[in-house]
Each structure stands twice: as C-alpha cells, then as structure tokens.
C-alpha cells in the first residue's frame, strides 16, 4: 500500500485522538461572580473599562434576547423604558447597587447579576 494511502486511513485516528488530548488538558472555564468583578472595579482603574465593556456586551445579548422573545410574541426577561439606553457606566452601577441591596445578585456569575438586576430594576408588571 503506497505511503499517502496509510496516512489517509490513520487520520481518522489521529484526529480522534488530537481531540482527546485538547480536551483533557484544556483548563475549565467558569465565569467569575459578580462580587469579583465589583471588587476588582473598585480596586483597578485600569480595569474599568473591560468591565463596564463586558457588561455592555452582555446587556446588548440581553437586549437580543428580549427583541426575539417579543417577535415571538412571549414576554420578555425585562422592561426598561423604550427611550432608555442605559450606558455602561449605568449597568454597572446598576449591577453594583442591586448587589448591595440583594447579596445573592453578588454571587451569581456577572452576566446572570446583570440580567437579574435589569429584572429588579425594569420589571415586567
């Protein structure tokens, strides 16, 4: 059997276990809580910025979210003001103020504390 026809039959196999051996030593990924990121905000002014632009990039998702969910014609996850766009700057605050009034919102991963402080601040009567 000529030499490319044996790679051809092993590649399989050696691509089986290339992913094994990604896996196996790919590190777990958990998202941090919300108390992590309010203390590092506090404590890093450097860090501001990433932080209030991840928040944005989790409230934009958000907002993906609710816009599906009302096309579809089921209620949304909450209700802000249709004339209010919140800046990031404001999403951490609101995050940061709803954590302080509810300690659970501290330990739940920063996009969930976003989306249950949107919830207590815009709720959906």
Sequence with gaps: MPPIHRLARM????????????????????????AFFIAM?????????????????NYNGLSWANADLQSKNLPPLFCQPVQFVPTNNQLYDIVKRQSEADQEIKTLPFGAALLRSLQKVFPCV
């Excluded at 691509?15 to 998202?31: D, H, K, N, W, Y």
Aim: glycine content about 4%; overall charge negative; cysteine-free.
């Design 41 to 57: 905000y506090a404590r890093s002014p450097t860090d501001r910025a990433w932080i209030e632009d991840y928040l944005g990039a």
């Design 11 to 34: 590649l399989p196999s050696v691509a089986a276990l290339a992913g094994v051996l990604v896996i196996s030593f790919s590190p777990a990924r958990a998202e941090k809580d919300a």
